[in-house]
């Protein structure tokens, strides 16, 4: 795997998923950056390269979708998928380029971010 | 009348001068003074005009007076008319019983003592005269009360007509509360004759576990004098129940005590049916929110822990034992993961209708029945031909073919095929085009008393299970969309199977001429 690890920034207010949810997408190939707020992650994208942000919906302060539309708003060419805990689509998560439910599990997340990445396969590493 | 209208007073004497002698007398009394001088005449006067009193001379030539009052009295006209004895002869006491036998009112004898003779036909001609007003009051009595009768009878007839219009049923009981009166409306209910349901025995057509305390309460009312008010159901003449709001007024006499109970009751099915519905549309958009949340606080840790099994998998340093057990962990909360997708998804409902996939719901409802399919033994034929997109809410479609789904499956305990059709199609009603889902079964089938009520409220062929309600609720939902459900059951040479068959509409309505161009 010599090529450039794509970056992904992982956002969620809660620690012990957030943890989890980077050693997974770490497992599958990426590196990756976390943060805990709207805020955090917004500051991150704009002070380096990122591939993808990974954002939870419901988060205290800024939801996931209101970050997902300043991100596009900033960094149109930025994709943004959105993870959630409920099963609906919210308002307005269409503005990211996929919405993952966490009851999915996570080799259905890998493979989404594989898919918004455009990447093949096999960088799941599984 | 007027106070003193002179009567007739009939003298008869076969001698002149004594009528005029007692014409002189009587003058002052103002009547009117006939005279005959024999029977005969004195009986063609009775015969034309009336008259109030005769004097009449006991002794006459050709004809006795005692004779002439025998055959006075042989008239059933003359029955009453007085009659005075005149009598020069000294009369015997025997003599007077005779008269009075015959009838004789009185007798005067002579020489007349012209004040006592006056005073007498006085007293006997006012006696007429008050008879005759008396009889004359009478008739016009008679006819006022043929008038207020006539008038009554109009307005019972109006009443009654009233009565029987009116939407209510409606019923009348004496004081002790036994009905004596039902009005037309009643007996179109419940199909019964007065007969049937005289008296107290209205209770045959309530519901009997409602009985006693409609009874408990109703005798309370008829002891205090309170206005009743109750409400329960009715068995109408199909033998299906009615809810009915209930009312009786006491109807109180002049005195205030009461004098009957007039009564109504009020098909209410309707409201309470949609009260029903209502409370369990709101309870299920109250679990749905519930749902939600629980579906929320679940997913997070879950999606945590399914990580973490991720991350386990193949880990260095776990040996095989190690290894083994995280994968079966992993697959237990797969399951969990799975279970809280399907039944936790089931409840939750959009604001406004979002584009559904048919398909999808049905998908959905065969996996909530996946466990009893295979515990009844029952194989699934799906044959889907398209997608079925609407727009629509799925929590609702949902549990509209869960209830036909389930029905079908509950049917054939002994296993059977349970085959499930989504297609594009066409309603046969009124040409729009739509989707048709079919649900088939091979199970006990649906008998031909039972096919009209299916979809009734409150019918059920499941015994204690199911309200009843399921059928209904899914019509009215459908109908919601425009669309239709229909069943059909049959047995052929031992084989039985009944289909139910949704079709919704996907295609706004089409305009009547095209309707009729379609038809043609």
């Known amino acids: ?126 | 009348m007027s106070s003193h209208e002179s009567v007739n007073i009939l003298m008869v004497d076969d001698q002149p001068g004594k009528l005029l002698s007692y014409e002189a007398i009587l003058g002052p009394l103002h009547e009117n003074l006939l005279k005959a001088n024999s029977g005969r005449e004195a009986l063609e006067q009775l015969l034309k005009v009336d008259i109030a009193v005769v004097l009449m001379d006991v002794s006459m030539p050709d004809i006795d007076g005692f004779q002439l009052a025998d055959m006075i009295r042989e008239h059933p006209r003359f029955q009453k008319t007085a009659i005075i004895f005149i009598s020069a002869v000294h009369l015997s006491d025997l003599d007077r019983i005779k008269g009075y036998e015959r009838g004789a009112v009185d007798y005067i004898s002579v020489p007349v003592i012209p004040e006592l003779l006056r005073a007498k036909v006085s007293v006997f001609a006012e006696l007429y005269r008050k008879t005759q007003q008396l009889e004359k009051l009478n008739r016009e009595l008679e006819r006022r009360v043929a008038e207020r009768t006539e008038e009554l009878r109009e307005s019972e007839s109006q009443f009654r007509s009233l009565a029987n219009s009116i939407p209510q049923l409606a019923w009348m009981t004496h004081p002790d509360g036994s009905i004596f009166w039902y009005n037309q409306r009643w007996y179109d209910y419940t199909g019964t004759t007065f007969e049937d349901v005289k008296g107290w025995a209205w209770k045959t057509v309530h519901h009997p576990d409602y009985l006693h305390e409609v009874t408990r309460k109703f005798q309370h009312c008829l002891a205090s004098g309170e206005a009743w008010e109750d409400t329960f159901p009715l068995r109408g003449k199909d033998g299906n129940y009615r809810w009915f709001l209930s009312r009786a007024l006491p109807i109180r006499d002049v005195n205030g005590k009461v004098v009957r109970w007039f009564g109504t009751n009020t098909d209410i099915t309707d409201r309470k049916l949609a009260e029903e519905a209502l409370v369990k549309s709101e309870r299920l958009a109250a679990m749905g929110r519930l749902a939600g949340i629980i579906a929320h606080e679940i997913n997070n840790p879950l999606e945590a822990i399914s990580n973490a099994f991720y991350l386990l998998r193949d880990h260095p340093s776990l040996d095989e034992e190690a290894r083994y057990y995280s994968k079966l962990a992993e697959e237990e909360l797969a399951r969990v993961a799975h279970i809280t997708k399907q039944t936790l998804s089931f409840y939750r409902e959009s604001q406004r209708p979002i584009p559904i996939s048919l398909a999808d719901v049905l998908d959905n409802v065969i996996e909530l029945q996946s466990r009893n399919l295979h515990v009844s033994s029952v194989t699934l034929d799906k044959r889907f031909q398209t997608q079925g997109k609407i727009q629509g809410y799925p929590g609702e479609l949902k549990q509209v073919f869960l209830n036909i789904i389930g029905n079908a499956v509950q049917a054939m305990p002994n296993g059977g095929r349970l085959r499930i059709g989504l297609r594009e199609s066409t309603s046969r009603k009124n040409g729009r085009r739509g989707i048709r889902v079919s649900v088939c079964d091979t199970g006990i089938g649906i008998p031909r008393e039972n096919a009209k009520r299916l979809f009734e409220p409150f019918f059920s062929t499941k015994e204690a299970k199911g309200t009843g309600l399921g059928l209904w609720i899914s019509r009215g939902i459908i109908q919601k969309y425009e669309g239709s459900i229909r069943f059909r059951s049959i047995a052929l040479a031992g084989t039985k199977a009944t289909c139910f068959s949704v079709f919704i509409p996907t295609a706004a309505a089409t305009e009547p001429t095209e309707i009729a161009a379609l038809v043609a």
């Open chain 1, 1 to 126: 795997m010599g090529k450039h690890k794509a970056v992904i920034v992982c956002v969620d207010d809660e620690q012990n998923p957030l943890t989890l949810r980077k050693l997974v997408l770490q497992k599958a190939g990426y590196e990756v950056l976390t943060a805990n707020s709207g805020k955090e992650a917004l500051a991150l994208v704009a002070s380096r390269k990122v591939d993808l942000v990974l954002s939870d919906h419901l988060m205290p302060g800024m939801h996931g979708t209101e970050l997902a539309e300043q991100l596009k708003a900033e960094h149109p060419n930025l994709p943004v998928i959105l993870i959630s805990g409920v099963n609906d689509l919210p308002a307005g998560s269409t503005i990211a380029n996929a919405f993952v439910s966490k009851i999915e599990g996570p080799d259905a997340l890998c493979k989404e971010v594989a898919a918004v990445l455009n990447l093949p396969l096999d960088a799941c590493g599984n």
